[in-house]
């Protein structure tokens, strides 16, 4: 349906780009090459709707995540999920790493209980990473369980269901630990727990009390912080926590300026007409590393498909502008369970690729030099003008240079195994 230009077509037109761009003063070999360079974390859950593979003895429901829809052909266990990802990743040009839950643990249909959860739970995982070259991050799971039912995890008021999410926490960083030691390389490990009140409570000050103790409890645990890296994840709102959420940004943003633990922005973790891009530049003016969850919220935090809009483009704008971007960890946090799976992967990672790549095109410092020499009707021009600039033309060289398909062709792809996989799942 969806045919790609041949090659020397795709590479002319990146030539005539690249000289209006150098007219600009950017390069854009370099950008490209920045732009692979930089990895981009793929979520595991977008592949079966957060479901995860655990053993359970009934249904649970306890936690602030929910997934809409019911398009056919979830991946149901490891290997389906696996093949999904690798079907994904070829359609998605630059460095990709993948982002795991512990609610995916494979234990031969063992149960488990999560704080008893190991490494080798996860070698299959820590396998397929060796196979494929795609380093692994990492996420325990506070919600999905009976224990998360109240609405409190590492804040509860009963000491046992506390001590059950401590020792789950300390649990997974060993786990990320593991992780990083079989990629020689660190392995992000984020904390993001749903607790907090629906309505009206009368004590805010015991939750972050013991959300205070649990947090030191679990970062003293003797793990290797070369190969894990850990991040707390902060929320305005979620559902069962409307009124009140433990965790919220003042909360974590002064947890980790005074332990130096990485911080985790999520865009749709705000008020639906905050944005994120401008608290990069205020963060990282006291933080070494940030930790970004690239995400879409409509109305609330409905986690939808990335698309490439202003907020998408501002984000990247400002890393690029930071020149952060080696001290950034780019992860995405989005599921929908109402379109094809592999498509949702590949259009929101592509787009989150493309607006890295119109960051790295713009000329930064010409647009600087006019704003100091107070010329705003230059820049403000200079900034209209670069949205009609052949980004696109830049942006299926990367595809080329990626070995993904190149335009809308990538449908195709899409299109040709869901057919398969459906007839095959369902």
């Keep these: 349906m969806f045919s790609e230009l041949p090659r020397d077509i795709i590479e002319r037109n990146y030539e005539q780009a690249k000289a209006q761009y150098k007219e600009l ?18 979520h595991c859950w977008q592949g079966d709707d957060v479901s995860g593979f655990e053993v359970h003895d009934e249904a649970v429901s306890g936690g602030g995540i929910m997934a809409t829809g019911n398009y056919p052909g ?62 692994l991050d990492f996420n325990p799971t506070f919600f999905a369980h009976p224990l998360a039912e109240s609405g409190y995890t590492l804040s509860s008021g009963d000491e046992s269901v506390r001590k059950f999410w401590v020792d789950h926490a300390i649990a997974c960083r060993r786990i990320a630990e593991a992780m990083g ?10 904390h993001w727990i749903p607790d907090g009140a629906k309505d009206h409570p009368t004590d805010r000050w015991g939750p972050r009390q013991r959300l205070l ?25 979620g559902i069962g926590s409307e009124d009140y959420v433990v965790g919220s940004h003042e909360f974590y943003l002064s947890y980790a300026i005074k332990t130096g633990t990485m911080l985790c922005l999520d865009m749709g973790h705000f008020h639906p007409t905050e ?22 919220g409509i109305r609330w935090d409905s986690d939808h498909v990335v698309i490439l809009n202003d907020d998408l483009r501002n984000l990247f704008i400002e890393m690029v502008r930071g020149n952060v971007l080696d001290r950034v960890n780019i992860a995405l946090d989005f599921f929908d369970a109402s379109i094809n799976r592999i498509g949702a992967w590949a259009i929101g990672t ?20 006019l704003e100091a020499s107070g010329d705003g009707a230059a820049k403000l021009g200079l900034i209209e003008e670069l949205k009609t600039m052949p980004f696109g033309a830049v942006w299926d060289m990367a595809c080329l240079d990626g070995n993904a398909p190149v335009g809308a062709a990538w449908i195709n792809e899409m299109q040709a195994y869901d057919a398969q996989v459906r007839a095959e799942r369902c």
């Excluded at 008893?116 to 070698?123: I, R, V, W, Y």
């Design 275 to 296: 944005t994120i891009h401008d608290k990069i530049s205020a963060i990282m003016a006291f933080q070494d590393e940030l930790l970004l969850h690239v995400s879409r």
């Design 25 to 42: 003063g950017v390069d854009a070999d370099s950008a490209l090459a920045k732009l692979a360079a930089t990895p981009i974390s793929l």
């Design 350 to 369: 592509r787009c989150a690729f493309k607006a890295l790549l119109y960051a790295l095109l713009e000329p930064t410092g010409t647009l600087q030099e």
């Design 181 to 190: 030691r079989a990629q020689a390389g660190p392995c992000a490990i984020n």
């Design 74 to 135: 979830a991946a149901r266990n490891g290997d389906q999920l696996r093949q999904d990802a690798e079907k994904a990743i070829a359609l998605i040009p630059g460095t990709l790493r993948f982002n795991l839950h512990a609610i995916y643990a494979e234990t031969d249909g063992a149960k488990v209980e999560r704080d008893q959860l190991k490494p080798e739970h996860f070698s299959t995982w820590m396998d397929w990473s060796k196979r494929t070259g795609v380093a």
């Design 213 to 237: 103790q649990s947090l030191d409890e679990m970062l003293a645990a003797d793990v290797d912080t070369t190969y894990c890296k850990d991040a707390v994840e902060c929320k305005l709102f």
